[in-house]
């Protein structure tokens, strides 16, 4: 056999030897391996895209769903749950705007507001405090009661305490009715340490409840005579919106101590037990209940949340502690 054909035979018949025909199967093999891998993470990412489209889209029209849909008279419940901040699902903003929506259908036999919050902002809750009396004198004929599930202290307790007559479980907790200022001191930790602070400021007391210096005695009384003052306007609140049904009489009603649902009803804070339910099939008469409540869509929420969170770290280093009812 001539050389000529000794080559062809190693070549084989398409011309390629067989170590290049193996390598040409592999890149061809591993060509068609990253097409896969390509076309199932497309695949994944417009899924995932597809996911977000549909979560925001529910959680948009969430909070409408049953609105306007039933024929006959119903009971309009807006929740308020969770810590009342200008920022989150429970600022004054969003409770308002359920309740004033509730108010103006005409289907609307009564209002229940489902609380369940520790408190929160002063200023947030005696807005909602102020638009519940409001509304209640706008629309006489709508009854507002509140219900408490877990527990509804201190600015909680303050928001639904305009209600016309407020019900919980003998084992909720209820009242709290008291201010604070909370935070830590490193004064003596950063002795230690040896560690000094150097704050610069531009007016007298604009450091004041600065975490890392002393605690002057002034400093102390100032901000004590300012929680005396947002607690006098929370107790003011309380006896407006109760009325006759509060026994003043309690040395500690207004003292920060909170109270079961059993022991709050025998103090007047609350007017009986009973369920969101249980109060608008037996109280306003109408058992079918439409959620009023406002709810925030994906991208309000994350907003919120990373605002939240600059806003606390920017507070942390620049300014005191805002007084809390909780």
């Known amino acids: 056999m001539t050389d000529d054909g000794m080559q062809q035979d190693r070549k084989g018949t398409d011309g390629h030897t067989p170590w290049e025909r193996e390598l040409l199967e592999r890149l061809a093999f591993a060509a068609l391996k990253e097409q896969r891998r390509a076309r199932r993470w497309g695949i994944f990412f417009r899924l995932v895209v597809l996911a977000i489209v549909i979560t925001v889209i529910y959680l948009s029209v969430s909070g409408s769903w049953g609105?306007?849909?039933?024929?006959?008279?119903?009971?309009?419940?807006?929740?308020?749950?969770?810590?009342?901040?200008?920022?989150?699902?429970?600022?004054?903003?969003?409770?308002?705007?359920?309740?004033?929506?509730?108010?103006?259908?005409?289907?609307?036999?009564?209002?229940?507001?489902?609380?369940?919050?520790?408190?929160?902002?002063?200023?947030?809750?005696?807005?909602?405090?102020?638009?519940?009396?409001?509304?209640?004198?706008?629309?006489?004929?709508?009854?507002?009661?509140?219900?408490?599930?877990?527990?509804?202290?201190?600015?909680?307790?303050?928001?639904?305490?305009?209600?016309?007559?407020?019900?919980?479980n003998p084992a909720s907790i209820v009242g709290s009715i008291g201010v604070l200022i909370d935070g830590f001191g490193f004064v003596d930790a950063m002795h230690k340490l040896g560690v000094s602070r150097r704050l610069l400021t531009a007016g007298r007391y604009k450091g004041i409840l600065d975490p890392f210096s002393p605690l002057a005695p002034k400093e102390r009384g100032y901000a004590l005579a300012m929680l005396r003052e947002i607690h006098q306007q929370f107790i003011a609140a309380v006896k407006q919106g109760r009325g006759k049904a509060l026994k003043t009489g309690s040395p500690n009603l207004f003292s920060g101590l909170f109270w079961t649902g059993e022991d709050a009803r025998k103090l007047g804070l609350i007017d009986g037990f009973g369920t969101t339910r249980y109060v608008a099939r037996k109280i306003i008469g109408a058992p079918h209940i439409v959620d009023f409540t406002v709810k925030q869509n994906l991208f309000d929420r994350v907003a919120n949340h990373i605002g939240a969170s600059v806003a606390r770290h920017i507070e942390a280093d620049l300014f005191a502690p805002a007084p809390q009812l909780r």
Request: with cysteine; aromatic share 8%.
């Open 67 to 168: 609105k306007g849909t039933f024929a006959g008279r119903y009971t309009a419940v807006v929740q308020l749950d969770g810590q009342i901040s200008a920022g989150g699902e429970a600022s004054a903003g969003n409770v308002i705007a359920g309740l004033r929506t509730a108010f103006a259908s005409t289907q609307t036999a009564g209002v229940i507001i489902s609380a369940d919050s520790p408190g929160g902002s002063p200023v947030q809750a005696a807005d909602i405090y102020n638009a519940i009396r409001r509304l209640r004198r706008k629309h006489p004929k709508i009854p507002l009661y509140a219900v408490i599930g877990d527990e509804c202290a201190s600015g909680c307790y303050y928001a639904v305490a305009g209600a016309k007559k407020i019900y919980a």
